[in-house]
């Protein structure tokens, strides 16, 4: 999972197989989180989203589970494809005073092995 | 329809020499956002613009200061840089502050030696 360090964690997979990137949210208050894929030299892309009253999500090839006991997301991709190496990080988001703040994780970088 | 755009892409510049980096966005968005990225960790808001004509300091303001010049643009200044502002410099957009997605340009390396 994420975590914060000069390291990012790792996760290499071989092409075609399934990937699961975890992550760790801090606030319990947390209604809203997304899932950005940031390419090498490139900014974060919107990959998918969930609100805190689902606790899955599917998108094409990729869905995000949620367990708010535990505070905890995670990002599954299907059939992982050698487009798909990048960092992967969460955003948790949630309602502070008149605006929507945002906390970032670190990231894991996915490396899709041919 | 080029979304949010970052000049420049690389710059590299000497310990107290100042410059700003610009953003402009054609995604008709109120709210503008400055974040930096430094290795291992999350990205880290510096300043933002709620609706043109207002900013507030986010996290790590210290050593920054922004513009909004109108809808469209907003600029990030660094008075004199210091090598701790080595980093990649995101410019992000939303629909409002209360909108939870955000839509980020490609970035701006900064190299202070």
């Known amino acids: 999972g994420e975590s914060v360090g000069l390291h990012l964690p790792t996760l290499s997979v071989q092409e075609g197989d399934n990937s699961i990137i975890n992550c760790a949210y801090s606030?319990?208050?947390?209604?809203?989180f997304i899932w950005y894929k940031q390419e090498s030299g490139k900014g974060p892309q919107f990959i998918i989203d969930i609100r805190s009253n689902m606790d899955k999500r599917q998108g094409q090839r990729v869905t995000v589970l949620l367990n708010k006991t535990v505070k905890h997301l995670s990002l599954q991709i299907a059939a992982t494809q050698p487009g798909d190496s990048a960092v992967y990080f969460c955003?948790?988001?949630?309602?502070?005073?008149?605006?929507?703040?945002?906390?970032f994780g670190s990231g894991t970088q996915l490396t899709v092995l041919p | 329809n080029a979304g949010v755009t970052q000049t420049p892409k690389f710059q590299v510049l000497k310990t107290g020499q100042s410059m700003t980096l610009q953003c402009a966005q054609d995604m008709n968005h109120n709210s503008m956002y400055w974040y930096r990225q430094d290795p291992g960790m999350g990205l880290r808001l510096i300043y933002y613009s709620a609706s043109e004509g207002t900013t507030d300091k986010g996290e790590v303001p210290n050593g920054y200061n922004v513009s909004r010049l109108n809808k469209r643009e907003f600029s990030l200044r660094l008075e004199s840089a210091a090598p701790s502002q080595t980093s990649v410099y995101f410019c992000?957009?939303?629909?409002?502050?209360?909108?939870?997605?955000?839509?980020f340009g490609s970035g701006t390396q900064l190299s202070v030696l």
């Open positions: 606030n319990s208050a947390s209604d809203y």
């Open positions: 992000a957009t939303r629909t409002g502050p209360y909108n939870e997605k955000l839509f």
């Open positions: 955003a948790e988001t949630l309602l502070n005073g008149s605006a929507r703040q945002l906390t």
